[in-house]
């Protein structure tokens, strides 16, 4: 099994930036593909970016393209998310993901893609 732990949520004034975190324990060989989807109330989950194992491919959504930026090191078993740029409609509950397979595989953008699950941090941006 593999656990993931997200930090760094809080509150912040739109324009500013947040930087989250997911650490990842447990059996993490298994991990290649990350990512990282938020859900507002009321709302779906929805694909926020995702990054492969080597972290020479990343992708975003359009909604957070140019203004969020993925990444990872695999030695810290961690992947961040530093968002800038942080707009009210980006309040969610957001959630680090991971799993066993490599984002050609399959459909990187889809919940179902991945295999483990944090329990979110509260990302809240005020206007």
Known sequence: QVQLVESGGGLVQAGGSLSLSCAASGR???IYTMGWFRQ???KEREFVSRISWSG??????DSVKG??????DNA???????MNSLKPEDTAVYYCAA???SYYQGPAANPQFYHYWGLGTQVTVSS
């Open 28 to 30: 993490t060989f298994n």
């Open 40 to 42: 507002a109330p009321g």
């Open 56 to 61: 020479g491919s990343t992708y975003y959504a």
């Open 67 to 72: 203004r969020f930026t993925i990444s990872r």
């Open 76 to 82: 810290k078993n961690t992947v961040d998310l530093q």
């Open 99 to 101: 799993s066993r397979w």
